[in-house]
């Protein structure tokens, strides 16, 4: 593993200038698929006698390189890159989990992630228990015999909470299942999941690893500390009828699930990540360490000016003295609380749609972690298909706007919000 610091494993690490033809940028390899020297070096690839490229369903150079880096940066033994974040989700958990497993989750998790546990994964039997993740206590009550994984955001979109890791860590650890941590709006920059006891990672590459919103991708990093072999995954354990006989935790080690996941996950469900997609999010995640700084300050700025306004009825972003989740914030995130920052407006949702219909520079669009700032109306938007009870346990009140701050000049963005206020009803905006 590489003993470098994450700016520079950002820009190096699984990149081997020698080969490659000595390119210093990452080379695009776009094929389906790689010339065999011959059926027995063919057949020996498929037994996994030698690790090489097959089909690029399965893998790519550019994209191994990706999973290299980000490997590197999150400090697992592997990654494996999806064609989306939400890829990586569904794939990840259905190459984990079968019909009778039970899921413990956060209950503010990205609208399409909770979707997916609360609606979709039941039709297939597997079913979760969506706690407060405030008192990590409740994951402990939530477990059930048949539990197989927690599943969490550290940084939650966008209810912006800012989880105990660790004392989370501790109660999957003693029910003996994985540790699933979303790290999209925190970033690898910012915290690392591994350091407070996270066995797998997940990334929508989407947002600020690939930072320019051109490119949709997804990522998974495995630890490789999870304990395959405690009775609790038997398709861990025993021959695995979907690979000829493998058994995971015994023929790869503490790469297990890395290797389950290619050989099985994305042979089986396909949501490989295109090449081009790949070499975008590589230009990106080589500045994200420079550009998450600067989001993050400019995120503190504007929150702790949103705050003194009158049409603002409240403030939330974790780097304020006055949030619930200053300290927390201050533990786990202390060099920056990322780009995102939720505030209400006075005059709740009417309000809050004329709002956001009124800003220039922010663009109303369902994304975050772009380096252009963006604006979206959650109620109205990302979370109407919630009962307003769930809206609300996700953290999305019905005056609740939420910016993805960008790069651009504050003093802009500060007067782009001023011109948008005065354009709101005043009848209204009370
Ligand atoms: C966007 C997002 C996802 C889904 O990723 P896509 O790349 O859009 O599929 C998952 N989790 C979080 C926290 C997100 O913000």
Redesign the pocket.
Request: glycine content about 18%.
């Given at each position: 593993m590489s003993t470098h610091k994450l700016a520079t494993n950002a820009l190096h690490a699984g990149h081997d200038t020698k080969q490659n033809g000595g390119t210093r940028a990452v080379p695009i390899y776009q094929t389906s698929s790689y010339v065999f020297n011959d059926t027995d070096h063919a057949a020996n690839l498929f037994a996994l006698g030698e690790l090489g490229f097959i089909y690029t369903r399965l893998n790519n150079p550019t994209n191994q390189i990706l999973q290299d880096r980000l490997a590197a940066v999150e400090g697992g033994v592997g990654a494996v890159v999806f064609a989306?974040?939400?890829?990586a989700?569904s794939t990840g958990l259905l190459t984990l989990l079968k019909a009778g497993d039970h899921i413990v989750a956060s209950s503010s998790?990205?609208g399409?992630?909770f979707n997916l546990l609360n609606v979709t994964l039941p039709r297939l039997g597997i079913t979760t228990t969506f706690v407060d993740a405030d008192n990590p206590e409740n994951f402990k009550e939530a477990v059930q015999e048949n539990t197989r994984a927690f599943f969490v955001?550290s940084l939650g979109?966008p209810k912006l909470d800012v989880l105990d890791l660790k004392a989370i860590s501790k109660q999957a650890k003693a029910a003996k299942v994985p540790f699933i941590v979303?790290n999209?709006?925190a970033t690898p920059s910012l915290l690392n999941p591994i350091e407070h006891g996270a066995n797998l990672v997940?990334h929508?590459?989407?947002?600020y690893i690939g930072g320019q919103g051109t490119s949709?991708?997804?990522a998974i990093v495995d630890a490789g500390t999870f304990d395959w072999t405690n009775g609790k995954f038997p398709e861990f354990t025993e021959p695995s009828a979907g690979y000829h006989g493998l058994v995971y935790s015994e023929a790869l080690g503490a790469a297990a699930f890395t290797f389950k996941l290619i050989l099985e996950g994305l042979r089986d469900y396909g949501g490989a990540l295109s090449p081009f997609n790949a070499f975008q999010i590589i230009q990106g995640l080589e500045t994200l360490p420079v550009r998450i700084k600067q989001h993050s300050a400019n995120a503190l700025e504007l929150a702790t000016w949103l705050e003194a306004r009158d049409e603002v009825a409240w403030v939330n972003y974790p780097g304020l003295k006055s949030n619930k989740y200053y300290d927390l914030a201050q533990e786990y995130l202390p060099s920056g609380q990322s780009g995102l920052v939720t505030f209400g407006i006075k005059g709740g949702f009417e309000a809050a749609k004329q709002f956001t219909d009124a800003t220039e520079i922010f663009s109303l669009l369902a994304n975050?972690g772009d380096t252009k700032s963006l604006i979206i109306h959650p109620a109205s938007t990302t979370h109407q298909q919630l009962t307003v009870d769930q809206q609300l346990s996700a953290g999305v009140g019905q005056d609740l706007i939420r910016l993805s701050v960008g790069l651009e000049d504050l003093e802009d963005l500060k007067k782009d919000i001023e011109n948008a206020f005065a354009k709101v009803d005043k009848a209204i905006l009370a």
């Open positions: 989306s974040g939400t890829a989700i998790l990205y399409g992630t955001e979109n979303d999209t709006v997940i929508s590459l989407t947002k949709l991708g997804g975050i």
